[in-house]
């Protein structure tokens, strides 16, 4: 008997351990899961975070030595964790690009900006308006300037005004000087004439399809 005792009170020990046991991880792992949640999230939350955010920024891109271009902004943030990373200007951007003689080929502005580093990829967005060396104005909602293939383009409407004439149309791709440019789906043509040469029978502003410098535009029309 005293042996039987001995073993039950043996097996009642053993019980009341397994139960502190069970009860001690059921605290404990939860407690670790929602730490590991946590962390995650941590991670997560510290990836969708600028690794640098700049205000009032004026500066100089330099790219293999050679200057680039000029960058003015009220807030700069680089997303260096990002997939694929990216510079973002969400309060608008000013940029003036040049050429090789640090001669000023084009200054753009824009609503909101991102620079996709590795891609060499700018998407300017809202209000874009770029001007050309050659004095021509180019106004769009979007706009991508591709560095690597040295074009800019756009699927939106673009009114480009030149000196003498005005055009508009959907779909734009242009060599990155904004030299020699093709409109898609021309709209209108509208020729400005010099106030010494209209008459009172000839409108100031006249639609002519046919008044295109094949050098410097080449429009296409829909088939």
């Not at 410097?216 to 029309?221: E, L, Q």
């Amino acid at each position: 008997m005293p042996v039987r005792n001995g073993l039950k009170t043996y097996s009642i020990i053993l019980n009341i351990t397994a139960a502190i046991y069970a009860a001690v991880m059921f605290v404990i792992f939860p407690s670790c899961s929602n730490k590991e949640k946590g962390l995650v999230e941590a991670i997560t939350e510290r990836d969708s975070l600028p690794s640098m955010k700049s205000l009032g920024v004026t500066t100089l891109i330099s790219d293999s030595g050679i200057t680039r271009y000029k960058i003015i902004t009220e807030e700069w943030s680089i997303f260096d964790k990002k997939d694929p990373p990216y510079w973002a200007f969400e309060k608008g951007v000013y940029l003036e690009k040049f050429d090789s003689l640090l001669h000023i080929d084009a200054s753009i502005k824009a609503d909101t900006a991102y620079y996709y580093e590795k891609k060499k990829l700018w998407e300017l967005k809202g209000n874009v308006h770029i001007q050309s060396q050659r004095g021509d104005k180019f106004d769009t909602e979007l706009l991508f300037w591709d560095e690597n293939d040295k074009k800019v383009y756009s699927d939106k409407f673009i009114r480009i005004e030149q000196e003498d004439k005005t055009i508009t149309g959907y779909g734009f791709e242009s060599n990155q000087e904004l030299t020699d440019y093709v409109i898609r789906n021309t709209t209108g043509v509208f020729t400005v004439e010099n106030q010494a040469t209209t008459t009172n029978n000839t409108p100031k502003d006249s639609v002519r399809q046919d008044s295109i410098p094949v050098r410097r535009i080449k429009p296409v029309r829909k088939q």
